[in-house]
């Protein structure tokens, strides 16, 4: 996979402006790495990770009916991992030192994803899967099993 100069150039612009930054990756939202600039942290173990927390964050964010995820932090006794969505099918995650100054690092990365965003040639959806044939009638019941039908008859009298 080819990426864009553009890209590269915003993650490296991205260190520059945060001295803490360890390493960051723009990640689809299905785990696959698009681009990083992640020394000594391993960059698709890294989007596997985000993608997941992603997933059950935008789970929480919608349970509480708080509408779309925008953003993520988990904070460890080392560091902080940020995660941000940049558009409907793409995250950026940053792994940062403890000193960091997280106020900094979301006002540097929220600008970083508005301008990855307007890089991004984000995928079309797939498209949609023609419908399933409907059965004629009233549904067929699911057969019902209990523990106690799984046993064989010589052990259900006793």
């Given at each position: 996979?080819?990426?864009?100069?553009?890209?590269?150039?915003?993650?490296?612009?991205?260190?520059?402006?945060?001295?803490?930054?360890?390493?960051?990756?723009?990640?689809?939202?299905?785990?696959?790495?698009?681009?990083?600039?992640?020394?000594?942290?391993?960059?698709?173990?890294?989007?596997?990770?985000?993608?997941?927390?992603?997933?059950?964050?935008?789970?929480?964010?919608?349970?509480?009916?708080?509408?779309?995820?925008?953003?993520?932090?988990?904070?460890?006794?080392?560091?902080?991992?940020?995660?941000?969505?940049?558009?409907?099918?793409?995250?950026?995650?940053?792994?940062?030192?403890?000193?960091?100054?997280?106020?900094?690092?979301?006002?540097?990365?929220?600008?970083?994803?508005?301008?990855?965003?307007?890089?991004?040639?984000?995928?079309?959806?797939?498209?949609?899967?023609?419908?399933?044939?409907?059965?004629?009638?009233?549904?067929?019941?699911?057969?019902r099993r209990t523990p106690m039908a799984t046993l064989q008859s010589t052990f259900r009298g006793r």
């Amino acid at each position: 996979m080819t990426v864009d100069p553009a890209v590269l150039t915003e993650l490296g612009n991205l260190r520059h402006r945060l001295p803490e930054l360890s390493g960051s990756v723009l990640a689809t939202a299905d785990g696959m790495v698009v681009a990083h600039d992640a020394h000594g942290i391993e960059p698709d173990s890294l989007a596997a990770l985000a993608a997941a927390h992603l997933a059950l964050a935008r789970r929480f964010a919608h349970a509480v009916n708080h509408g779309e995820l925008r953003e993520s932090v988990v904070e460890c006794d080392g560091g902080y991992i940020t995660s941000y969505t940049a558009g409907p099918n793409a995250l950026l995650t940053l792994v940062t030192s403890g000193n960091a100054n997280l106020a900094m690092v979301h006002l540097e990365a929220r600008r970083t994803v508005r301008r990855l965003v307007k890089l991004l040639i984000l995928e079309a959806p797939a498209p949609v899967r023609p419908e399933i044939p409907q059965q004629a009638g009233p549904p067929t019941p699911l057969a019902r099993r209990t523990p106690m039908a799984t046993l064989q008859s010589t052990f259900r009298g006793r």
